[in-house]
């Protein structure tokens, strides 16, 4: 079935640390990929996607991602996390119209 | 502008009753999206519309889910003789353009109703 994959539940790392969030997806031809980020009580707020092109995709607050497509992967990258980056992380595959999540994964921020 | 909106932002139910939750898209959006998000997972499709048009019902769990969208702007998702594994929080989004393969358009998601059936 067609699918994404966040294979860690939970990361916990320190502030100004690099970050990295794990995705893998099967889906056929080459998907529509997103990362989502989901503050507490919080709607879900779009970081990047990749739809084409070039492969390293530059996202919102410092956010940056990479298509691998031998790897299945879209790993998303922070080379200096914040405090505020705490929140839950979403994969997510369009392969049509409607989204298709991931499980998430948990970022906790210690000092 | 405005983005999503999304009410009540709770809502507690007995088993059994019926509930409505409301979604505000953005002004303008064509095509709209509930999700819904079960503790400690991500969100899972519900249904699309395409202006008034329900064009994907799929994710509906049961026949007691049912959704309408009237006038092509605010959507209602209604459950009735709600049970408790409808506890979970529902998610709306919006999306300017219509949806599908070729489409690049974002969705745009509102805060969600957290729904608890006691």
């Known amino acids: 079935a067609q699918s994404v994959t966040q294979p860690d539940i939970h990361i916990t790392v320190s502030e100004g640390a690099s970050l990295e969030l794990r995705c893998n997806y099967s889906y056929g031809a080459t998907p529509y990929l997103f990362w989502y980020v989901q503050s507490p009580g919080q709607g879900l707020q779009l970081l990047l996607k990749y739809f084409s092109g070039d492969t390293l995709v530059q996202g919102i607050k410092g956010f940056e991602a990479e298509f691998k497509r031998s790897q299945s992967s879209f790993n998303l990258r922070k080379p200096s996390v914040h405090w505020s980056d705490a929140a839950e992380y979403f994969c997510a595959g369009r392969p049509w119209g409607k989204l298709q999540f991931g499980a998430g994964t948990q970022v906790v921020v210690t000092p | 502008g405005a983005g999503v909106s999304q009410s009540p932002r709770y809502k507690v139910a007995k088993r059994g009753q019926d509930v409505a939750l409301r979604c505000d898209p953005i002004s303008g959006h064509v095509s709209l999206f509930w999700y819904q998000q079960a503790l400690g997972q991500g969100p899972e499709f519900l249904t699309y519309?395409?202006?008034?048009?329900?064009?994907?019902k799929s994710g509906l769990p049961s026949d007691r889910f049912f959704a309408e969208r009237p006038e092509g702007s605010v959507s209602t998702l209604k459950i009735q003789r709600t049970q408790q594994e409808d506890s979970a929080v529902y998610l709306c989004a919006s999306q300017i353009g219509t949806s599908g393969r070729e489409g690049t358009d974002t969705q745009y998601f509102g805060p969600g109703t957290r729904l608890t059936v006691l």
């Open positions: 519309f395409q202006n008034e048009a329900q064009l994907d």
